[in-house]
């Protein structure tokens, strides 16, 4: 593990730390999420609806679920915890597992800007000579590691990677902001965060081709001292997380 992830983590660790703090001293009785980072605006939503129907309240935090993870082997912090593929398997493994409800997909898409303009159609246009890409880096992130492998499937990897240049990304929302702008002809980011730049871009309709799926998850927690609450909150994961999430484009 790098100096600069252990003290990512180690940040992590206190807000979490302080958070929970906050919400169990005293009667503060909110449930406390552990909300990977992709998942955002849709958790935001589910909370605020989940409070709207029950009166129940819930508060998240959020990081990488690399980095939310180690809380969650140790049962030490979070009642509930929204993630994405393999880290339902990792907390079962952790025994940490409860229940859990499938809400939406997390998946890689093509993103342009309005209109277009260079008339992108397919992941082999990224190949196109002179085209300006943005990937998300394939050493630290899940969809640069799927569209990696499909290049390689198609022996297009090096012409794209000519064309990114040195636009090799970790965060999704720097990729949307880098097509908005015109920095860029085309990237390839997660549809959720695609979706959060809806007014600025288009998704490119192309055929499924990666080789994995990721579902999103809720994941309920089995070492939470309130039972009852995410019980509750699970019901309505199961019964309108799908809604919306869908909504703000987790789909496939």
Not at 50 to 70: C, H, N, Q, Y
Not at 147 to 160: D, G, S
Not at 177 to 206: I, Q
Not at 215 to 227: C, D, E, M, T
Request: aromatic letters at 8%; glycine letters at 8%; charged letters at 25%.
């Amino acid at each position: 593990m790098t100096d600069a992830l252990r003290g990512r983590r180690w940040v992590l660790a206190a807000a979490l730390a302080a958070l929970v703090g906050a919400c169990r001293g005293g009667k503060d009785d909110r449930l406390v999420v552990l909300c990977g980072g992709s998942f955002i605006p849709p958790t935001e939503a589910l909370l605020a609806e989940f409070k709207a129907r029950s009166g129940m309240e819930a508060v998240f935090t959020t990081g990488g679920s690399e980095d939310l993870l180690p809380n969650v082997k140790a049962k030490s912090i979070g009642d509930i915890f929204i993630t994405h593929d393999p880290y339902l398997d990792y907390t079962k493994e952790a025994g940490s597992w409860a229940d859990h409800a499938d809400v939406g997909f997390l998946v890689p898409v093509l993103a342009v800007a309005k209109g277009n303009p260079k008339k992108l159609s397919s992941y082999d246009d990224l190949a196109r000579p002179g085209l300006r890409v943005a990937i998300s880096d394939p050493r630290y992130t899940t969809c640069g590691q799927m569209l990696e492998k499909l290049l390689e499937k198609k022996k297009i990897r090096e012409a794209v990677m000519k064309n990114a240049e040195n636009r090799f990304l970790k965060g999704h929302s720097a990729l949307g902001n880098l097509v908005k702008t015109g920095a860029v002809d085309a990237a390839v980011m997660w549809n959720g965060v695609a979706h959060t730049f809806r007014d600025s871009l288009e998704v490119v309709p192309v055929p499924y081709e990666f080789e994995s799926e990721f579902r999103v998850r809720v994941i309920a927690l089995n070492y939470s001292k309130q039972p009852d609450r995410v019980r509750a909150f699970m019901d309505f994961a199961k019964s309108e997380g799908a809604r919306i999430f869908s909504k703000h484009g987790y789909v496939r």
